[in-house]
């Protein structure tokens, strides 16, 4: 993975904005729309969203057909806890580095740009 370097200025003046952009997507593009950090995390919070979404609603359908098998059912219930706290964990640790100057992509799926 690539060090992604932004404008000092732009990371002074807007890393508190875009660190809550990695967790709520539309606040940077509200509160700093011409930021390229802001940019940059909004699309981050966005990615998490959709990865987010995209495994409830994976594990949900599995859950749904297999979720009465006593053994499989609660292995299953256990994996999707496991998948939604890991995108969740990524989601504020991603948050985190960026309010302390070190913006950095998710795991994986970071690269993807949504919001240009």
Known sequence: M???HFDRDDLDKNKLT???GCVIFPIPLLA??????GKHCAN?????LIAYLAAALAFGIVLAILGWVPLLGTILRVAR???????????FLN???TWQGQPDQLPYIGGI???K
Not at 32 to 37: E, G
Not at 81 to 91: G, K, N, R, S, Y
Request: glycine residues 2%; contains cysteine.
């Open 32 to 37: 700093c729309p011409d930021s390229r950090l």
């Open 2 to 4: 690539a060090k992604l």
């Open 113 to 115: 740009t949504i919001i």
């Open 95 to 97: 948050a985190y580095r």
């Open 44 to 48: 981050q919070g966005l990615l998490a």
């Open 18 to 20: 875009a660190a809550l």
């Open 81 to 91: 806890f496991a998948a939604l706290a890991l995108v969740t964990v990524c989601a």
